[in-house]
């Protein structure tokens, strides 16, 4: 690297080997479907990356948290645990220390100091029937929130299937009026920025941690499908990867929950399963450090 070689990165200064952070390097890479040639790069532009320390603002909005717990648990390479050392994480009514006035003071001074660059997570659904009164945070909306708080930023990273396209809450009747950022964005009730969709309920952890190493990195989002999601994860179906995709092809079903196919392991598609129709890469990188996801 220009004026530093790998050795003196400050994540080494982290008692983070060398060959860790080549590790962690070479696996966003993988993962991100990026030549291997750009390691070296990738490592000098988080070196990069760390002085910047980008500004991040989280809304949680109509949700569960789950989005929320699924990052905190990103794993392999366990570098990447110092994520943190990237970001300021200024806004995050789960993870932040400050509550009430100070928690939203927090956000208020965030967005003023800097505004233009600041980075917008944003997961749940946004009601916006009758005034969008079904959902507020210290007595204002989450629609005016959100318009407020993408007025300034960078980009806007929808995480979830509910901050994606609506999610359970969008179900008919529907009749909290929840919404995805893509669809107030194309009604105009918010301002249009640059938006990628992490959908999932919730989505895979490295896919949240993965694309925002790569906004730092590159500071542009990776390549992304008609949906505004990254096709490196979501570019094929749970289908195509699973695990238990030769029995489909052997036609071998399970036509109960307790039958023998079932115990068997076969394919679970006559009982509901959606991996064919289901983009995302759960089959590949799984939940729990990657030990398993729902149909194993």
């Known amino acids: 690297m220009q004026g530093q070689g790998i050795g003196e990165h400050p994540l080494i200064q982290h008692d983070i080997s060398r060959r860790g952070l080549l590790k962690f390097c070479s696996a966003m890479v993988s993962m991100l479907a990026l030549p291997a040639g750009v390691v070296h790069v990738f490592a000098e532009q988080l070196n990069k990356a760390l002085s910047r320390r980008p500004s991040v603002i989280w809304l949680s909005f109509q949700e569960c948290t789950g989005c929320t717990e699924s990052f905190t648990r990103s794993h392999a390479p366990t570098i990447e645990s110092l994520i943190f050392d990237y970001i300021s994480l200024d806004y995050h009514h789960t993870l932040q ?7 939203e003071a927090a956000r208020l001074e965030a967005m003023e100091r800097h505004f233009g660059h600041y980075l917008l997570v944003v997961d749940g659904s946004i009601p916006v029937a009758d005034e969008g009164i079904y959902s507020t945070i210290a007595g204002t909306t989450n629609l005016q929130m959100l318009q407020e708080c993408v007025a300034g ?65 590159f500071e542009q989002f990776p390549a992304l ?46 009982l509901g399963c959606k991996g064919p129709i289901t983009h995302n890469a759960c089959a590949v990188y799984k939940w729990n450090e990657g030990t398993s996801f729902p149909i194993e």
């Open 225 to 270: 499908d008609a949906s505004r999601r990254p096709v490196s994860f979501y570019g094929r179906t749970v289908h195509e990867r699973c695990s238990r995709y030769h029995y489909y092809e052997e036609q071998k079903f399970a036509e109960q929950f307790d039958d023998e196919g079932a115990r068997q392991g076969w394919c679970l598609y006559k």
């Open 97 to 103: 220390a400050a509550a009430g006035e100070a928690a």
């Open 153 to 217: 930023a960078a980009a806007v990273f929808a995480v979830g299937s509910c901050a994606a396209f609506g999610g359970l809450p969008a179900a008919s009747p529907n009749p909290t009026g929840a919404s995805g950022v893509a669809d107030l964005m194309e009604s105009g009730q918010i301002e249009t920025k640059p938006l990628i969709n992490l959908p999932g309920c919730p989505p895979i952890p490295i896919a949240i941690s993965s694309v925002l190493a790569h906004y730092l990195v």
